[in-house]
């Protein structure tokens, strides 16, 4: 079985598969070889996670194959081509409440227990503090509500009014470790913010104007009111020395600190990319790297699910070192990692993890799919 293939039935597992996604899923099943690999592996990494009786999970895969059929021609109706979650049908209801995790040579070995320590790694959650132009701060979190001049949020999401202003007046909005939160702009434009990072944005646009806002650092997913509706005022995103000129789009932006690139994924629309004498155009599922060392803008083609997934709810990992996967992790959960064991760094990984997952059951996945001895300490994950 490929490694796409793997990665379809991952996705379907745990509610992220596309219209495109079922269609190469179920075509690749029909085959009666490809239908019996699709349940040798899904009893194989079920049973391994979940510790079912066989009976159970031979059930499950089967009412498995008759969905995957049924969601792709109800799929095939909705007509979009945007990655967007659906309600399972209540046959897979168990089966998506887990996520299979594999390791590069889908070897299963038997875990080794972790020493843990009075564990105070949690699960990250909606809350950014909104500074304002006049320098106050306000906490925001899940389950507070307020209210200001120019805006409200009900501790998930703050929403601007569309007014009307001479002077840019800014707002900053900052995620901390473990936290995220979404902002609508005064024109409709919505930003999706992962953990550490911090977006600085007008609280109105002055009409006639472009519409400019800046990533100071972090990751934001964009999907931006078109210019049309706007008298054709352009919309763009600074980061660093890049700026991005958008019309009307759906775009991923990256830039952490502690990462030596910056990564621009386009989902849909069209971008231009300008850093100092260099501009590149951007096609649906491409991304521009641009290299702060170097100062060099590489452009290829990506799996956007892979780069976006995050703003679902979604960890995808694919063919990731373990090292990167505990950098993601870390900023999501607020913990610390050291490597005392260097070779762990290296090792590469393939899965779909869901973000609401405790930090335990995660490393408890990664462990039961190749044996890694781990310790944690208080917010510290120390690998041996």
């Known amino acids: 079985m490929s490694k796409k293939i793997e990665k379809l039935i991952v996705k379907y597992l745990t509610n992220a598969a596309t219209t495109a996604d079922l269609d190469i899923l179920s075509e690749w099943i029909n085959e009666p070889e490809h239908e019996r690999l699709f349940k040798s592996y899904v009893e194989t ?10 009976n159970d999970y031979q059930k499950t895969v ?55 320590v009075d564990n105070q790694i949690q699960t990250g959650t909606y809350k950014a503090t909104l500074t304002l132009a006049s320098g106050e701060e306000l906490s925001l979190a899940k389950g507070n509500t307020i209210q200001t001049q120019n805006a ?28 995220q939160f979404m902002v609508k702009l005064s024109d409709g434009t919505k930003i999706w913010l992962n953990s550490e990072s911090q977006l600085k944005y007008p609280v109105s646009f002055i009409e006639g104007g472009d519409r400019e806002v800046q990533l100071l650092y972090g990751e934001a997913y964009f999907d931006v009111s078109p210019s049309t509706n706007h008298n054709g005022s352009k919309f763009k995103v600074l980061s660093g020395t890049q700026s991005i000129e958008v019309l009307g789009t759906k775009f991923n932006l990256k830039a952490y600190k502690d ?38 803008l590489e452009v290829r083609t990506v799996d956007v699910f892979d780069e976006i997934s ?14 990167k996967i505990m950098s993601v992790l870390s900023r999501w959960y607020d913990f610390d990692v050291n490597f005392e064991n260097k070779n762990l760094e290296s090792v590469n990984f393939n899965g779909v993890l869901r973000k609401n997952y405790t930090f335990e059951q995660i490393m408890s996945i990664i462990n039961n799919t190749n044996d890694i001895t781990y310790e944690i300490t208080g917010k510290t994950v120390i690998f041996k």
């Not at 990494?45 to 066989?54: E, L, P, R, T």
């Not at 095939?76 to 168990?94: E, G, M």
């Not at 001479?166 to 707002?171: E, G, L, Q």
């Open 45 to 54: 990494y079920y049973a391994v996670i979940c510790s079912m009786k066989k």
């Open 62 to 116: 089967e009412e498995l194959l008759r969905t995957i059929r049924k969601e792709k021609s109800f799929l095939h109706q909705l007509k979009t081509n945007v990655i967007y979650k659906y309600a399972a049908a209540a046959s897979v209801v168990l089966m998506i409440t887990f996520t299979i995790f594999l390791n590069k040579d889908n070897s299963t070995n038997l875990a080794t227990d972790p020493i843990i």
């Open 152 to 179: 409200s949020s009900n501790g998930e999401e703050i929403v601007y009014s569309n007014i009307s202003n001479d002077v840019n007046i800014y707002n900053h909005l900052t995620i901390p470790r473990g936290g």
């Open 259 to 296: 990462e030596s690139a910056m990564y621009t994924t386009l989902v849909e629309g069209k971008v231009a990319i300008m850093v100092n004498d260099t501009k590149e155009i951007l096609k649906p599922n491409e991304q521009a790297t641009f290299n702060n060392k170097t100062k060099s």
């Open 310 to 323: 995050w703003k679902d709810g979604v960890f995808s990992f694919n063919d990731m070192p373990l090292k």
